[in-house]
């Protein structure tokens, strides 16, 4: 069970005065305090964990962020920042001497430049919303996390979120070109803009996947990208996970990086089938999913190519997507995959990163360590930047279970650092996988990173639950 | 010369000793990869260099899995030619900017990490920070520190690589990286508009780039060789892809005016004169700006700062329009007030890239940020090298 700190007793004694004062900072209806309105906040899709925060501020602009945080700071009352409340990794679950900022009133697109090719948005504004926003003038907005429906672009810069098209556009830090951002004393700071690279040291970069321990993001300006002609999808099932694995070596070695290069077992096929009905091929052991995108000539070229590459390694069945109806079904397969093992199985889902020529490893051993816990596996990964998603299947009524998951999702990350990779690779570490930092980094590693983190927010107000274990802290 | 105490540490640990004894005795240490770029920043008043030659060499190179590793001395040179053996290439298009600092040859993969130094592929393919995968470094206290890694997608803790990335040695000692790498571009294609305006060319880079046929390189170049002003579109990729993208572009700018389009080995040769800064066809005391700007501004920024109208000054534009770089005679009126503040109205920020040392003490050589900005900088110098014996104030007054 992952731990939280114990609640700071003299903030919940001093909650009734806490609201009050909020009140005075907030419009009416942009704080919620009542015990029934709190339960709606008390995690985030991480749900086996849940705590319910001393209240909830819902901010309509900046100025609101800054007094909120302003008070806080003053007052020594910690904060945590939520877009959407869809963090796999707990980043959004509150603390119970905590109060919550939401960003959900703050949803709206400010500004959209084509000939800079940059949007500005609020920071509850959805992901998938930006695209919308610009899909009929041709852009979009290219990192899609599977939850891009509801997630939000503040969400996103917090956790430096990605997506099945990473591979050639790259994850949010490689689209974002600016943000405001309130500091924990209510400081309004303003980094980049509609240029390139923004002055001074990379604070965007900094910013950028750091939970929401540095400040609240309000407003980012993102890239949008002008839609290549046509986009393609095909399948491919393969008799093992080993020939699969190889096919995308082969693919990357051949000098081809498409636009997404997806991977699913078995197990994710059949759960994926029973409830999308995507026409994915039920009597292979894995598949992939691969799209390219340009103008038609060049995709029929290029998936010619990658499928010559592929069928050195005895691909079962072969299916190219021959209209947009096909293409999409094909996505929506592989994007329901969470759902729908959600329906028939509680899960976990880890994301750990792997160098990919360590794939066979990999999931061999993955099988194997599952296995010595009796528990199922579900495979669906990113696997041309071996970023990997093994959803491991548990009870949760059978005493013990989640437990033996969550034993089993650790020795999954060890074995992804032990091989060259990493903890995460797109959901960050949240709650989830704070106490494994130690893993990766060394003491003297996170000491750094801590003293970068209190750079900005030296008391450790903000999101302080998150990331780094909790035994360890260090202040400016 | 000056009695400098060169300092070239064969490994990390040495390093490490090396920065920790600075740090105890408050010595200030100059870091410095090939000693190409010297002339950058402002002037480090430290007797005390702290080389990174002594360690180079490739540690990791998996062509399939697109990263490359190496020490922080190894010469960027290296790197490329062992990449382009097996078809890859960092994607970013590293300049050496060698015409610029009179220096040869020898840049630095640490140098370029440290610098953030991108070409005109920045606008496709990212920056350098973006295709910086992970670094070691010996922060200000002699700590190792490793940050990041060797995979593409990794959000494990704080992303300490960007912030080194571009803190040109003030904040650590780079003695390791890891740049993803790419498959080399097949073929290129430039389409060339010749005698446009300046607000004509940006405008047609603005088109190009909106277009849906991935645009890589986009300058416009108000003076070139021949007399004219050229206005350049590249696109890359396989023979038969670049031929199918270069007609429909053409057929999108085609009402800008008439257009020729190069070949790949011509092309070539174009946009490497970009990446160096050829088109500036600089004289040995010109100054040198570079402007990161939005690019439906840039000619704002231009007019505004009144450049066109200086004698002797000569500018282009690549990224787009959102990189701009200028050079100017130093005789001509050098003063930063009207860059600064042109592009302070307009969005982005202005360095003072190459200039005698005696200007680089008189204007600040960075754009001045804003103080919480500014706050929040001398914070993480305090985090990273709280003794400040690192490049000090090569970037900022007191960083």
């Known amino acids: ?476 | 010369m000056n009695n400098f105490v060169i300092h070239r540490p064969s490994s990390e640990q040495d390093a490490a000793a090396i920065i920790g004894d600075a740090a105890s005795r408050r010595v200030a240490l100059r870091l410095e990869g090939g000693g190409t770029k010297s002339w950058i920043g402002r002037p480090v008043s430290a007797q005390t260099v702290l080389s990174s030659s002594g360690m180079s060499g490739i540690t990791l190179y998996e062509p399939s899995e697109l990263v490359v590793r190496a020490l922080s001395g190894t010469p960027v040179e290296d790197i490329r030619a062992l990449l382009a053996r097996h078809g890859q290439e960092l994607p970013f298009e590293p300049p050496s900017y060698e015409g610029l600092y009179g220096g040869r040859g020898g840049s630095t993969i640490g140098a370029l990490a440290a610098m953030n130094l991108s070409g005109p592929r920045r606008i496709s393919a990212g920056a350098a920070r973006d295709c910086l995968l992970g670094i070691r470094f010996v922060n200000g206290r002699g700590e190792i520190v490793k940050t990041g890694g060797r995979v593409m997608k990794n959000v494990t803790g704080l992303d300490l690589v960007k912030l080194m990335a571009g803190s040109w040695g003030t904040l650590g000692f780079i003695t390791e990286v890891a740049f993803k790498v790419l498959p080399r571009q097949r073929a290129t294609a430039t389409l060339r508009l010749v005698g446009l305006s300046d607000r004509g060319g940006v405008n047609v880079l603005t088109s190009a780039m909106g277009s849906p046929y991935d645009v890589s390189g986009a300058a416009h170049v108000p003076f070139s060789s021949r007399g004219n002003s050229e206005t350049l579109i590249r696109i890359e990729g396989s023979a038969a892809s670049v031929e199918a993208r270069a007609e429909r572009l053409r057929k999108v700018v085609a009402e800008f005016g008439s257009i020729s389009v190069v070949d790949t080995e011509a092309s070539l040769s174009i946009w490497t004169s970009v990446r160096e800064l050829g088109p500036l066809q600089l004289r040995p005391d010109d100054v040198v700006w570079r402007l990161s700007v939005p690019p439906d501004r840039a000619v704002d920024v231009i007019e505004t700062a009144n450049v066109n109208n200086r004698t002797g000054a000569r500018w282009f534009y690549d990224w787009s329009g959102g990189l701009l770089w200028l050079a100017l005679p130093i005789q001509a009126d050098v003063d930063s007030g009207p860059i600064r503040s042109a592009v302070g109205t307009f969005g982005g920020h202005a360095t003072l890239f190459r200039a005698p040392e005696e200007l680089r003490r008189q204007v600040p050589v960075f754009h001045p940020l804003s103080a919480p900005v500014m706050a929040i900088t001398n914070n993480l110098k305090k985090a990273f090298d709280p003794s400040k014996i690192l490049n000090p104030f090569l970037m900022y007054d007191r960083i």
Request: aromatic share 6%.
């Open chain 1, 1 to 476: 069970m992952i731990q939280f700190p114990s609640p700071n007793k003299e903030i919940i004694d001093r909650r009734l005065d806490i609201i009050q004062d909020l009140a005075a900072l907030l419009p009416g209806e942009s704080l919620i305090h009542t015990k029934e309105e709190l339960k709606a906040y008390d995690t985030d899709a991480l749900t086996a964990y849940r705590r319910v925060p001393l209240a909830v501020a819902l901010p309509t602009k900046t100025e609101e962020v800054a007094a909120v945080l302003a008070y806080c700071n003053r007052y020594g009352v910690k904060v945590v920042a939520r877009g959407a409340g869809t963090s796999l990794a707990g980043g959004a679950i509150p603390q119970e001497d905590a109060i919550v900022v939401g960003l959900s009133k703050m949803s709206r697109l400010l500004d959209v430049n084509y000939r800079n090719r940059t949007a500005r948005v609020q920071a509850g504004m959805t992901n998938l919303s930006i695209s919308d926003a610009v899909g009929s003038d041709g852009f979009f907005y290219a990192p899609d996390p599977s939850s891009q429906l509801a997630c939000s672009i503040g969400g996103n810069i917090g956790m430096n979120s990605g997506g099945a098209h990473c591979l050639k556009y790259g994850v949010t830090t490689n689209n974002l070109l600016g943000v405001k951002m309130v500091l924990i004393d209510g400081t309004v700071l303003d980094i980049g803009g509609e240029h390139l690279d923004a002055a001074g040291y990379d604070l965007l970069g900094l910013v950028c996947g750091s939970e929401g321990q540095l400040g609240i993001v309000t407003e980012a300006t993102v890239r949008i990208v002008r839609a290549a002609e046509q986009v393609r999808a095909a399948l491919m099932g393969f008799d093992s996970a080993e020939a699969a694995g190889a096919a995308v070596a082969e693919i990357i070695a051949a000098g081809i990086i498409p636009v997404a290069l997806e991977y699913m077992d078995r197990t994710a096929i059949q759960i994926s089938e029973n409830y999308a009905k995507a026409g994915y091929p039920l009597d292979v052991e894995a598949m992939l999913i691969v799209e390219v995108e340009g103008t038609e000539e060049e995709n029929d070229a290029t998936l010619r190519e990658i499928i010559n590459s592929a069928s050195k390694h005895g691909p079962r069945n072969v299916r190219v997507a021959q209209n947009s109806v096909e293409r999409n079904a094909i996505w929506k397969g592989r994007k329901a995959t969470f759902g729908a093992t959600g329906r028939i199985s509680d899960y976990i889902c880890m994301d750990g990163t792997i160098p990919t020529t360590q794939l066979p490893y990999v999931l061999r051993r993955t099988s194997e360590i599952i296995a010595s816990y009796g528990l199922r596996v579900a495979n669906v990964f990113h696997a041309g930047d071996g970023n990997l998603h093994p959803l491991i299947l548990f009870d949760i009524n059978q005493p013990g279970e989640m437990e033996k998951a969550e034993a089993a999702g650790e020795e999954l990350l060890k074995l992804c650092v032990e091989v060259g990779g990493c903890l995460t690779g797109e959901h960050g570490v949240g709650i989830e996988k704070r106490d494994l930092m130690h893993f990766q980094y060394s003491a003297v590693d996170l000491n750094q990173q801590m003293r970068a983190r209190a750079a900005f927010d030296p008391a450790w107000l903000l999101n302080p639950a998150k990331v780094f274990p909790l035994t360890a802290r260090i202040a400016a």
